[in-house]
């Protein structure tokens, strides 16, 4: 019969994920580094294999924790933190992902005269990781007033209306900027949209 091992009255049991977070939320920046320590490796190993890529879930991981901590303001203790937290990190795939989708509207959207009409869009023409690289110098080389409408509006799915609320200008100010914007995009790309000879079509 085995004699159970009597505790040292100095230990105290390992605080659990709500005790933790209680903590978190009162400040204790310690307590959120035991929860990083604790969950990091099950949260990367999950997003490595959702994403297909261990380097890509490093970076959504450190996210995820990133938007937990910013999240202690409003978080509700519900006994599901882990759950909770795999929730911000499938949602940040997801949102990753339709980020994804619109850079490939939005490079034919470029590549196409303004007096040529819409083709649908096929396997061919999926976006090319150098022509992404490209692409995203070019934005960035836009000046604020002409970048800021074009990455809500293309990448982030804003409508018009709240661009400009957000930018404190008018609906018609914003779509002639995104206009601009895509103009300037085309002019600058144009070399290197001929240097691909239509290889994405």
């Known amino acids: 019969m085995s004699v159970p091992i009597a505790r040292h009255p100095s230990e105290t049991p390992e605080p659990d994920d709500a005790q933790l977070m209680a903590c978190v939320c009162r400040g204790d920046r310690n307590a959120f580094a035991r929860l990083v320590d604790r969950h990091k490796d099950g949260l990367v190993a999950y997003l490595a294999r959702i994403t297909g890529s261990p380097d890509r879930a490093q970076d959504l991981a450190q996210e995820a924790f990133l938007r937990l901590l910013r999240a202690t303001g409003s978080y509700r203790e519900q006994g599901h933190l882990a759950a909770f937290l795999y929730r911000i ?36 023409r999926l976006l090319h990781r150098e022509l992404q690289d490209r692409l995203s110098e070019a934005i960035a080389r836009l000046p604020i007033s002409l970048r800021a409408p074009l990455v809500l509006y293309e990448i982030e799915e804003w409508s018009q209306r709240d661009i400009a609320r957000a930018l404190g200008c008018r609906e018609g100010t914003v779509k002639s900027r995104l206009h601009r914007a895509r103009a300037r995009l085309r002019e600058e790309l144009a070399a290197y949209w001929d240097g691909w000879n239509g290889g994405l079509e």
């Open 89 to 124: 990190a499938t949602n940040l795939v997801r949102s990753e992902a339709r980020r994804e989708r619109r850079w490939r509207v939005l490079v034919p959207e470029l590549r196409r005269p303004a007096n040529e009409p819409a083709r649908p869009a096929g396997p061919r």
